[in-house]
């Protein structure tokens, strides 16, 4: 495993999404929940894995409570992460969400607390309030934003009045947006942008195209507007260059989409994973070094109808 070091934290650039933990929309199963995802979380660790992100929205709370409950016995070796949803956005919400999100972990204290989405119409001063104050109570060691443009991040910073290490956003092979402002300030401020999606919803696994499109929750507009057979067939000549790179490499498509997202500075991926397999593909793509000619043939951008939606930008 390879690893990000900022902010005095050791981070592992391929960490672990857990927003199917729990989730019925996944329809993995009580199963998944109460026996793979333990299975998976230890072996992540065995891995060198130690980032993990939550949200309470996740389940609403059921994925934080498998986690905490997989990381038992082991919170030295977890960066735990977590997400507080700003519906009320006021300082008091922020602190009681917070210590509640806490205990489902099971922990005295989240390494990363972050906001889920920007609010459309409260300031984020409101939010910041209530960071301080976990910051100050030792439920938190590190405040983060997610969904957040560079300018809302900054906002956020002048805030909280010091840093807000990380900003969560979705970063892949098709939606490349973060590489053009959120990357640059993170690399030269010692922040980390915290690369969710990094598949793009499975899309960039090699599995699908036209013909053989994504079915089920991953394929509802709303979820993955990139998911129709239009799309598909637009993106054929970004998923030819990863099938070509990843047999060049002797790796599969998605390793070489994982690569590619931690191939910029301070970016840590956080992939979900179906099972331990899926598991020990993404760790490998920490060791997957693309060469120059690998960079330049997946530097031209697909351009797909709705790809990226202003509320996913």
Known sequence: MRYLEVSGERLSVIGLGTWQFG????????????????????RA??????????????????????????????????????????????????VSHGLQSRDRLGVDHMDLYQIHWPHPHAPVSFTMRGMRRLLDLGAIRHVGVSNHSLARWRRAERSLGKPVLSNQVQFNL?????????????????????????LAQGLLSGVYTSSNPITGFRSRNIVNPLS??????????????????????????????????????????????????????????????????????????????????????
């Open 174 to 198: 098709i939606n490349r947006r973060a590489a053009t402002s959120l990357v640059p300030f993170a690399k030269d401020n010692g922040r980390v942008v915290i690369a969710y999606s990094p």
């Open 45 to 94: 660790l065995d891995l060198g894995i130690n980032v993990f992100d939550t949200a309470e929205i996740y389940g609403r709370g059921a994925s934080e409570i498998i986690l905490g409950r997989a990381l038992s016995g082991h919170r030295d070796r977890a960066f735990i992460a977590s997400k507080f949803f700003p519906i009320v956005p006021l300082p008091g919400t922020v």
């Open 228 to 313: 129709s057979t239009r799309n598909l067939e637009r993106a054929k000549p970004l998923f030819d260059a990863l099938r070509d790179i990843a047999n060049s490499h002797g790796a599969t498509p998605a390793q070489v989409a994982l690569a590619w997202v931690i191939s910029h500075p301070n970016v840590i991926a956080i992939p979900g994973a179906r099972n331990v397999e899926q598991l020990e593909l993404n760790a490998a793509a920490a060791d997957l070094t693309l060469t120059e000619d690998d960079l330049d043939r997946l530097s031209v951008e697909p351009k797909l109808r709705r790809a990226i939606p202003r509320w996913m930008a």
């Open 23 to 42: 989730s019925t929309e996944w329809s993995y199963g009580e199963t998944y929940d109460n026996v793979e995802a333990a299975q998976i979380v230890d």
